[in-house]
């Protein structure tokens, strides 16, 4: 039987990882995601699975990317100055195909900035923000509901293409209470196992290896390094680094239509917002204030990769509208992909655009 | 069954100079791991970033060779996740006590059951022969080139003062002793750490009057003051030599411990 | 129909708390939508608390509360920033205990802090009274919910004076004159 709740934001992320099976939360106090890490503390004992408070952000993610490699489904929660913390051992998931969640709720910036406030500045930050070439795959909520679901699914996600995953969340949708209703059982895909004999890191036709989880008499080693298909440091061949990085970024950008998650509303509009996290929520507003077939809606959960096939629906659009809590991150990608002007209707200081902002915007410059 | 039966053959040679200490603490660990019985399946080891860190990428086992200064960390997601596999990290002295010098305490107050071997060099050297923060003073590094101004930490006061339950330093040249502390170490319930100071021919030896190999073995041996003797020292009222330092065993006690297996 | 209400006080008194068990009975009592936001600031005690509940039949899109129709105010600083620019056409229950000023818009006078302290001993229940004034006055949401709302959030063991206060201010709500600016 679903069930209904009246829950915040971060306790429905924590209660969507734990129904899709975490085991293992690593991490370390900062406002406005400690709910997260609070709730697990509190409920984690009870299903078996371990919570640890680490030293600090960069131990935090190290401890769930370890744990990962035992097994777990691990996960980390944390938000801005946490998250620029976490950025070398990002990196590392990614290039040791290690699958786990990373929880950001994001709060002003830069620097210590708005602890208590919420925006969405970090969205190139997860995309770019390791260093070397890197693809990672960044999920946004723009209500409790999709707290509690797209945690879950990132679980999958990570599994499926094993990568780190991030929940971009923000303030507004973490501190935020409303009702959300519990479904029975979240769908689970499991990690694909390694087939004993063949090379740990020889990928299969999906671009994705097996997974060989330590203890079970694999004899794999993990590292950091460039290295060949048996996991053996391989740091100064050209061909391989080159083979290796475009393998770990094309595992996730040719699988873009399959990971993507968006909903497309009124596809042949002229003005047409696209808006992923909370300024989702004044979008629907201002569509359902004004019925009007020539105002499109591209609403997007999987932020990264971006599904910039998408943008291609809308056959008529004359121009793309973009609330962000930013100075136009994602506007700058969907100009990439588009021919017709982006308009990039941004705000800073935590709240959020008022449906008379974004009404404005339509008007303007019409 | 021996020792060498840890390391994997299809990595051979390793990429350690010529006359390195690191080999002969792995040797050491590895003898001490192999009379403990454990089964390769249910040990792994982790290992952050520096020469000594390459040593879990020569052992047959599942490894994790992490990011610099955080195998403690990554060690301790896989030692919590999983309590029934052996967990030993490999670290030195630049990992350990710099960059991953909060890890190591927080880990040594938590008595996390891990066993920490530091190949402890004084130097960078991976990087090139940098000062590091066991680098005695008036040593010479490139980049401390007129002498080492600062004060090294003393790693196993640290993990005493921070809580581990098990704290050991011998050296290169004191192997029997090595490995009998390293089992002792994997013995103990909670963090066991065990300091081994190595010599490091390409980094620090030729920079500091250690011409040959020898020379430098020599030196840790001939300035390992024992525990015991320094003790005695300590209760005769007499002076602690300045230029030694102490080996031996430093602390075996039973503080509350996390995560040993069940 | 869409009910935007704003509790202010100081930290302590119980302000989130009260949003949270108003949001709490519409959506598990009454199958209503509901969306409790409040302010952070870095005061734990003391300091002006604010938190808002928006009460809708419909699923509710913008979460935040533009300009809110119904007040609790129950302290002098929470007026002062969080009531005094009240709208006209809203109404505002002030703990007249706690609260000198009035506002320009319709308010009920509602002494949560001196009847919770003096008929029930306990003035930490003075957010429950006036949770039960408001229910009375407005029917933001049904008294059978509300009181299944407070039996979920209060500490085990303080239920019946929770039940008791909110009966208080049910009472106070039902009783209290509605004073109408002109």
Redesign the interface.
């Known amino acids: 039987m679903t069930r209904i709740e009246f829950w915040q934001g971060n306790t429905a992320c924590a209660e969507g990882a734990l129904a899709a099976g975490c085991n293992f939360f690593g991490g370390y106090p900062i406002t406005p995601s400690t709910e997260v890490a609070e709730h697990m503390a509190a409920k984690m004992p009870k299903k078996g699975g371990v919570f640890i408070q680490m030293e600090d952000e960069i131990a935090g993610i190290a401890s769930i990317i370890g744990a990962a490699w035992t097994g777990a489904r691990s996960m980390t929660a944390t938000s801005g100055p946490g998250f620029s913390l976490m950025m070398e051992n990002i990196g590392f998931a990614v290039m040791t195909e290690t699958p786990c969640v990373v929880v950001n709720v994001q709060r002003g910036g830069p620097s210590t900035g708005q602890p208590t406030m919420g925006a969405q500045g970090d969205m190139m930050q997860v995309r770019f923000g390791s260093h070397g070439d890197i693809a990672i795959i960044a999920l946004c909520p723009a209500n409790v509901q999709e707290m509690y679901e797209l945690t879950a699914k990132a679980f999958n996600l990570a599994d499926q293409y094993r990568v780190p995953v991030f929940l971009m969340a923000d303030e507004i949708v973490g501190h935020m209470r409303e009702k959300i209703i519990i479904p029975d059982s979240m769908p689970r895909t499991p990690r694909k196992e390694l087939v004993k004999g063949t090379l740990p890191f020889k990928a299969d036709a999906d671009l994705i290896p097996g997974f060989p989880q330590f203890g079970k008499g694999y004899g794999v080693h993990v590292t950091g390094l460039t290295h060949d298909e048996r996991g053996y440091p391989a740091a100064t061949n050209p061909h391989l680094h080159e083979a290796l990085v475009r393998r770990l970024v094309d595992k996730i950008e040719s699988a873009r239509h399959a990971i993507a998650d968006f909903d497309i509303i009124n596809p042949d509009a002229e003005q047409v917002f696209i808006a992923y996290g909370a300024p989702v929520r004044t979008v629907q507003q201002v569509m359902h204030d004004r019925p009007d077939k020539n105002i499109g809606f591209l609403r997007i959960r999987t932020v990264w990769p971006f599904p910039e096939y998408a943008l291609a629906e809308f056959k008529h659009v004359k121009r793309f509208l973009m609330p962000e809590l930013n100075l136009g991150q994602m506007a700058r990608e969907v100009e990439r992909h588009v021919r017709v002007p982006v308009v990039s209707i941004q705000k800073l200081g935590g709240e959020l655009h008022t449906p008379a902002e974004l009404v404005a915007a339509l008007e303007a410059q019409r | 069954m021996s020792y060498e039966d840890w390391y994997?053959q299809?990595?051979l040679p390793h990429i350690f100079c010529a006359g390195c200490g690191n080999g002969t603490i792995i040797n050491c660990t590895l003898a001490a791991i192999e009379q403990m019985g454990w089964k390769?399946?249910?040990t792994?080891f982790?290992s952050g970033i520096g020469c000594s860190s390459r040593a879990?990428?020569y052992i047959?086992?599942?490894?994790?060779?992490?990011?610099h200064g955080?195998a403690i960390?990554?060690?301790?997601?896989?030692?919590?996740?999983?309590k029934?596999?052996n967990v030993v990290v490999f670290t030195g002295d630049g990992d350990l006590a710099a960059i991953g010098g909060?890890?190591f305490i927080?880990a040594c107050r938590r008595n996390i059951d891990l066993t920490v071997v530091c190949m402890n060099n004084q130097i960078y050297g991976m990087t090139g022969g940098q000062g590091s923060p066991t680098t005695p003073r008036g040593c010479l590094s490139t980049t401390t080139p007129t002498g080492c101004v600062e004060t090294p930490f003393d790693l196993c006061e640290l993990a005493i003062a921070a809580g581990a339950n098990y704290v050991s330093r011998w050296t290169s040249y004191h192997v029997k002793e090595l490995e009998k502390a390293v089992k002792a170490g994997l013995e103990t319930p909670g963090f066991s750490f065990i300091e081994a100071l190595v010599q490091c021919p390409t980094a620090f030896g030729r920079r500091n009057k250690f011409r040959q190999v020898a020379d430098h073995v020599e030196y840790l041996r001939s300035h390992s003051l024992l525990r015991a003797k320094r003790d005695r020292l300590i209760e005769a009222g007499e002076p602690v030599p300045e230029d030694m330092f102490v080996v031996g065993e430093l602390a075996r006690r039973k503080r509350p411990a996390l995560g040993v297996k069940p | 129909m869409r009910n935007e209400v704003r509790f202010s006080g100081f930290g302590g008194q119980g302000i989130i708390l009260s949003a949270v068990i108003l949001g709490r009975a519409a959506v598990m009592y009454d199958n209503k939508f509901a969306v409790q936001t409040q302010v952070y600031g870095p005061e734990a005690r003391g300091g002006a608390s604010m938190s808002q509940v928006i009460i809708d039949d419909e699923q509710i899109l913008f979460p935040k509360v533009a300009m809110p129709g119904i007040f609790v105010i129950m302290s002098q600083e929470g007026f002062e920033k969080y009531g005094a620019n009240a709208p006209k056409d809203a109404v505002m229950l002030v703990d007249s205990t706690l609260v000198h000023s009035r506002p320009s818009c319709k308010y009920l006078e509602i002494p949560g802090t001196r009847e919770a302290k003096q008929t029930l001993g306990k003035d930490i229940v003075a957010n429950i009274v006036m949770l039960g004034a408001l229910v009375a006055s407005t029917h933001v949401v049904s008294e059978a919910a509300l009181e299944k709302a407070i039996l979920d959030s209060v500490p085990k063991g303080t239920e019946a004076l929770n039940i008791k206060a909110m009966k208080l201010g049910i009472d106070l709500g039902k009783g209290s004159k509605q004073h109408e600016v002109t």
């Open positions: 994997r299809d990595r390769k399946d249910d792994v982790v879990s990428g047959v086992t599942d490894s994790l060779h992490t990011t955080r960390a990554f060690a301790t997601g896989v030692k919590m996740a999983n029934d596999l909060n890890h927080h």
